[in-house]
């Protein structure tokens, strides 16, 4: 293997924020551990408690641990799922950011400046790319011009074949690709569900969570150590306006 081999992606340092707000349920892990996944199990049970479940607390406790280990396993910016008030899980959701060794664009003189990146109709093509294979409906795609940036919307309905050729449960999706400003990744939202009944549902649901992002740089000490607010938690930069 050589060192080029071993070479890890390019990462840029950014902090993305959403309001999750009733029936959603932060998912995001610091470290994927599955003892870390039991323990956002356990609080998510207490939260919903005994009263108007219909699931049974351990089994409210082990969705929420494997839902919470699936959606970390790559390591996300940060992972949810929405869960309905009787503890069925409706859809998941995860954020992350995509940077390609693209080139800084020229500013004329010869010189690169500004933020490189694709502009929307290539966004376009790689969440058509990403959503092309066992695609059963779709794809819907819109532009909308979300607060964090210029956005592409690609909502599609995907079906994958089990052993025998026997088809599955069809999975809605829903993708945006987010251009913020002063920024050189995309940063992509990605919605899935499987009860079609409820697509719906989801892409309202998803439409009020995205316009809700921020995206801003993330803060450094000069160190290029991350710096969250004091005593922890959110970034600063994540506060409310």
Do not use: H
């Amino acid at each position: 293997m050589t060192a080029q081999d071993e070479e890890a992606p390019p990462v840029e340092d950014l902090v993305c924020c959403v309001e999750l707000g009733p029936g959603w349920v932060d998912l995001t892990l610091a470290t994927g551990a599955r003892t870390e996944a039991e323990a956002l199990a356990r609080r998510t049970v207490e939260l919903y408690g005994p009263r108007g479940l219909r699931i049974d607390e351990k089994a409210l406790f082990d969705d929420v641990a494997d839902r919470a280990a699936a959606l970390n396993a790559e390591g996300p910016v940060m992972a949810a799922a929405f869960y309905s008030g009787t503890g069925e899980a409706v859809a998941d959701f995860v954020i992350d950011t995509y940077l390609d060794t693209w080139s800084e664009p020229d500013a004329g003189d010869g010189d690169a400046s500004g933020p490189g990146r694709p502009g929307l109709d290539e966004a376009r093509a790689l969440l058509l790319d990403r959503s092309a294979p066992g695609t059963a409906a779709g794809p819907d795609v819109t532009y909308p011009d979300l607060p964090a940036g210029p956005a592409v919307r690609v909502r599609s309905q995907v079906r994958t074949r089990q052993l025998l050729g026997l088809w599955r449960q069809d999975t809605g999706s829903l993708t945006y690709a987010v251009l913020p400003p002063g920024v050189r990744s995309l940063v992509l939202g990605s919605f899935t569900w499987r009860n079609m009944a409820q697509t719906e549902k989801v892409a309202r649901l998803a439409d009020e969570l995205m316009a809700t992002l921020r995206v801003v740089p993330g803060p450094e000490d000069g160190t290029g150590e991350d710096v969250t607010a004091e005593g922890g938690g959110e970034p600063e930069e994540c506060g409310s306006p």
